[in-house]
């Protein structure tokens, strides 16, 4: 099981605003990464802690954190942004590296 | 643009040895502060991270796979590869490999391979 808890599916109306949860003790020593999944294809980086994206990836997507929860969350969600959604951080010893189980995003 | 391809058997038999191979291209795969790692995917599941190797050769592996995995880089060739031995069905999965770097204390994966389908079936 992952150290990192993910809800596995979360739905939104198109235009609207969704924010997916990323759960796990390191989380409060360790910033968390976001990858963008579609179906058929390669995760891609979406982006680290608040508001770090690679040049591509438009605002609408932003990071925050509190405690031992990392959060991303779209704004004005686009059909395009429908797809599964991971987390990444340390593990609690801070050695190894896990991604959280998922998030299926669905929008309506 | 760094680009990563993976090359490798799509098929294998239980107990077999797994050997994937990432090619690093448009980038140098001994640029400082940069890891070259592998992670992987079962069908229909989530992301798995298997390890990653440094281009002066230390490694760090996931505790599941710790016994089984090596990885090492080539500098030479710009390769870096993936051992992965005794497999048996459940290393079923698409095989990815990344560039990781550390920002911040995030750990990031970019960019990835495209990644590449191995099955373990007798």
């Known amino acids: 099981s992952s150290e990192l808890t993910q809800d596995p599916a979360v739905s939104v109306a198109l235009g609207q605003t969704v924010r997916i949860t990323c759960q796990g003790d390191s989380l409060r020593r360790y910033s968390a990464s976001w990858y963008q999944q579609k179906p058929g294809q390669a995760p891609t980086f979406v982006i680290y802690g608040e508001n770090n994206r690679p040049s591509g990836i438009p605002d609408r997507f932003s990071g925050s954190s509190s405690g031992n929860t990392a959060s991303l969350s779209i704004t004005g969600v686009q059909a395009e942004d429908e797809a599964d959604y991971y987390c990444n951080s340390r593990d609690s010893s801070g050695r190894e590296w896990v991604f959280g189980g998922g998030t299926k995003l669905t929008v309506l | 643009q760094l680009q990563l391809q993976e090359s490798g058997p799509g098929l294998l038999k239980p107990s077999e040895t797994l050997t994937l191979t990432c090619t690093v291209s448009g980038g140098s795969i001994s640029s400082t502060g940069h890891y070259w790692g592998w992670i992987r995917q079962p069908p229909g599941k989530g992301l798995e991270w298997i390890g990653n190797?440094?281009?002066?050769?230390?490694?760090n592996y996931s505790p599941s796979l710790k016994s089984r995995v090596t990885i090492s880089v080539d500098t030479s060739k710009s390769q870096f590869s993936l051992k992965l031995s005794s497999v048996t069905a459940a290393d079923t999965a698409v095989y990815y490999c990344?560039?990781?770097?550390?920002?911040?204390?995030?750990?990031?994966?970019?960019?990835w391979g495209q990644g590449t389908l191995v099955t373990v079936s007798s």
């Open positions: 190797a440094y281009y002066r050769g230390s490694t």
């Open positions: 990344a560039r990781i770097s550390q920002e911040d204390t995030a750990m990031v994966f970019d960019p």
